[in-house]
C-alpha cells in the first residue's frame, strides 16, 4: 500500500465541522482504499482552541513536517469576524513562507470554507479561480481583487490549489481528491460509509456524477437530481419532476441548464448509463434485466443512448 500525507494546517477559531468532515473522508479512504493517508495536524502552538470552544492539542510545527509532492496542507475555516477584522494576520504571516514554498516544491494546497481567505491573504490566490463560504464573496472580492471568486461553486481546483465553499462541500472536496487518487468507486465506498448523500439503488459507481451535477447552490435542482437519483428504475416526466421541485416545468428546464451544464433528460440518461456500467459486469444479469433496472423501454433504447455516448457497443464492455 502507498502512502500520502495530509497536513491539516489549524488556526485560531477554526470550525470543528470544516475540520472533522474532511479528516474523516481521508480516514475512511486509508481503510476502504489502496493508499494510505498519513494525517498530521499542525499549528504555530501546541494547542488551538477551536470558535466551538473544543480544545485541540498536541499539534506539531509546520517547520517540522517533511512533505513530498503531491502530498497535502488542507486549511480548514475559521472565524470569518477574525480574519476580516485581520486578527489572524500575525498568524497567518508566521507560516505565509512555510507553505509557499511547499506548493512551489509540488505539495498541493486545499481550503474548506473561510480557509481561501487564509490563501488570499498568503497572494497564493492570486489569478486564480476559487470558491468560499457564501458570506465571505464579497469581502474576498472587494479585499483580494486580483483573486477570481467563483460564487456558484461547491469547489474549485486551479493549478494544484482547491477551495471548497462551506463546511459539507470541503467532504465533497476531499471525495473529489479521493477520486483523482483511487479512482470513483474507493470515492463511492468513502461516500457510502459516510451516507453524506443519496444513492442510487444497485450500483457503487455514481460519485462521479453526484459530483459533476451537484456542483451549484439551486435547492430546486437539488431536490429533483436527488428524487431522480434514488429512482433510477423510474422515468419520471418534466411535469411530474416539476412537481417534486414545487416550479413550473419551464422554470425547471431553464433552472436546470443553468445550474448543471445539462438538460434533465442528459442528466436521466447519464445516471442510467452509470447504473449500467454497474451492472453489466453481474454474470446473473441479461440486457432485458439491466435495461429494466435502469429504466429503459428496451434493450434497444439502452444499446442505442450506450453507443451514442461511449462509441462502442455494450458487448465490447462486456
Not at 502530498?71 to 480574519?83: H, M
Request: hydrophobic share 35%; proline share 3%; aromatic share 8%.
Amino acid at each position: 500500500m502507498s502512502s500520502k500525507k495530509i497536513c491539516f494546517l489549524l488556526f485560531p477559531g477554526v470550525h470543528v465541522l470544516d475540520l472533522s468532515g474532511s479528516v474523516q473522508a481521508f480516514y475512511e479512504a486509508s481503510n476502504l482504499g489502496n493508499i494510505k493517508y498519513e494525517i498530521s495536524f499542525a499549528s504555530n502552538t501546541s494547542s488551538v482552541k477551536t470558535e466551538q470552544g473544543l480544545v485541540l492539542s498536541e499539534l506539531v510545527s509546520p517547520k517540522n513536517l517533511e512533505l513530498s509532492k503531491n502530498d497535502f496542507i488542507i486549511i480548514p475555516g475559521t472565524d470569518f469576524k477574525k480574519l476580516s477584522q485581520g486578527q489572524l494576520d500575525s498568524e497567518i504571516e508566521l507560516v505565509k513562507e512555510w507553505v509557499t514554498k511547499q506548493y512551489s516544491e509540488g505539495v498541493k494546497i486545499a481550503s474548506i470554507c473561510s480557509g481561501s481567505l487564509i490563501l488570499a491573504r498568503m497572494g497564493l490566490l492570486d489569478l486564480k479561480k476559487c470558491t468560499t463560504h457564501w458570506k465571505c464573496i464579497d469581502y474576498m472580492k472587494d479585499t483580494f481583487p486580483n483573486v477570481k471568486v467563483e460564487g456558484d461553486k461547491l469547489f474549485e481546483n486551479d493549478s494544484n490549489i482547491y477551495t471548497s465553499a462551506g463546511m459539507t462541500s470541503g467532504i465533497d472536496m476531499s471525495l473529489s481528491i479521493i477520486e483523482e487518487d483511487q479512482g470513483p468507486i474507493v470515492s463511492t465506498k468513502v461516500a457510502r460509509e459516510m451516507v453524506v448523500y443519496l444513492r442510487r439503488q444497485g450500483t457503487t459507481n455514481q460519485h462521479s456524477i453526484y459530483l459533476d451535477y451537484h456542483t451549484h447552490f439551486n435547492p430546486i435542482v437539488h431536490k429533483v437530481q436527488n428524487h431522480i437519483l434514488s429512482n433510477p428504475a423510474k422515468n419520471f416526466s418534466l411535469e411530474e419532476l416539476s412537481i417534486i421541485g414545487n416550479t413550473s416545468v419551464r422554470n425547471l428546464t431553464r433552472s436546470f441548464k443553468k445550474a448543471t451544464g445539462t438538460t434533465v433528460n442528459e442528466f436521466k440518461n447519464d445516471m442510467k448509463l452509470e447504473l449500467a456500467k454497474e451492472l453489466i459486469n453481474n454474470p446473473n444479469y441479461t440486457l432485458d434485466t439491466i435495461s429494466d433496472m435502469c429504466g429503459f423501454k428496451a434493450p434497444r433504447q439502452l444499446q442505442r443512448i450506450w453507443k451514442d455516448k461511449f462509441g462502442k457497443s455494450i458487448s465490447e464492455f462486456r
